[in-house]
């Protein structure tokens, strides 16, 4: 019987990607034109977490701990050395000052089910206001942020089958202005007897509404009869802003641990994404562990937007990290580098706790 089953959810995952897949070329065949730029919320895609940006952000397969409630959130019921929950932290340092903060939390609920609460925030930092007439700045300062939160469930439908689903609250933020929408994630993963343990997954991301700005700014006055000399001149009004889709994402990945032994584990990864402001696109990542009794040790390299070429400033990042067992829990670090072409590089620092 468990066969049986197990040879149905195979089937389901299949299925899943079958439906993924149609999907993903509809999308596609619905871009006869460049669509760059004509989302909202672009932090949407930056790429949570120093592992997943190390390897090229090819990690939809490879997604587990809490840091996979970014890429995949059927990874938060993968455990880790045997623990499912976890904590994680993850910080960008960005070119002109721009910080990125994230934090995730995974808790198992039951022997199956993990939840998870996930949040981050992009802070622009303060610039001063300039005008046409003042244009090295009039005296006032503003700011700008994005920020994300989200709550995820995920559970294994057999041993090898995961699945997880999350909702989550965007809101962007300029001076007194603000847009807000609701979105949900879907991942699904697939982790096969073949080639020891050959990984499947798929990802759809920001499925959900559009941003709209509003705020005091958009008000004004306006006189609805100008010829009319006694009318009310100052009619109170709110202009409308237009509304912008989200980044909607569809990913599907693989993981191939090439070799593995007591002691070594070599892993590569490869991932097509495609967004609907995006052309169809190709990620690659490749990590080394070497495993002690307590410690793992971690080199990674990757490279993503392979069809993109000088679209974009950033394809290639690398990194390292480690986890030990300390007590009855394990802690982490991570660290990664994303090379900019013109731009500062990006530095990202993570720090995980398993339990």
């Not at 080199?299 to 007590?327: I, P, T, W």
């Amino acid at each position: 019987m468990k066969l049986q089953n197990k040879k149905i959810m195979n089937r389901s995952f299949v299925t899943y990607i079958g439906i993924f897949f149609i999907a993903l070329f509809l999308a596609a065949d619905i871009q006869a034109q460049s669509k760059v730029g004509t989302t909202a919320a672009p932090f949407l895609t930056i790429g949570t977490g120093s592992r997943a940006s190390a390897l090229g952000h090819a990690y939809t397969a490879s997604a587990s701990g809490a840091d996979a409630l970014f890429w995949n959130v059927s990874g938060i019921a993968i455990e880790h050395e045997g623990k499912k929950g976890g904590v994680f932290f993850s910080n960008y340092q960005m070119f002109a000052d721009i910080d990125y903060n994230a934090v995730g939390v995974a808790i198992p609920i039951s022997n199956k089910g993990v939840i998870g609460l996930s949040g981050a925030v992009v802070s622009y930092g303060t610039m001063e206001v300039t005008t046409e007439t003042q244009p090295n700045g009039n005296g006032e300062l503003f700011d700008a942020s994005d920020m994300v939160f989200g709550l995820s469930y995920a559970q294994p439908l057999t041993d090898n089958f995961f699945i997880g689903g999350k909702a989550k609250y965007i809101s962007q933020r300029i001076w007194d202005m603000k847009a807000s929408a609701v979105a949900v994630d879907i991942g699904l993963t697939l982790i096969t007897d073949y080639l020891n343990g050959l990984t499947l997954a798929a990802s759809i991301q920001n499925f959900g509404g559009q941003l709209q700005m509003g705020g005091i700014n958009l008000r004004d006055t306006y006189d609805p009869n100008p010829e009319n000399a006694g009318n009310n001149d100052r009619v109170f009004v709110n202009r409308e802003t237009q509304s912008w889709n989200l980044p909607l994402s569809f990913k599907f990945g693989i993981k191939v641990p090439v070799v593995k032994t007591d002691y070594y584990t070599f892993r590569l990864m490869g991932e097509s994404h495609q967004t609907n402001d995006q052309k169809l696109n190709g990620d690659f990542g490749a990590e080394f562990v070497y495993s002690t009794n307590s410690t793992n040790f971690y080199l990674r390299g990757g490279y993503k937007d392979l069809f993109l070429g000088n679209e974009v400033d950033s394809h290639v990042g690398y990194g390292a990290g480690f986890d030990m067992a300390l007590s009855d829990i394990r802690i982490g670090f991570d660290f990664a580098i994303a090379q900019q072409n013109y731009l500062s590089n990006v530095r990202m620092i993570d720090f995980k706790i398993y339990f």
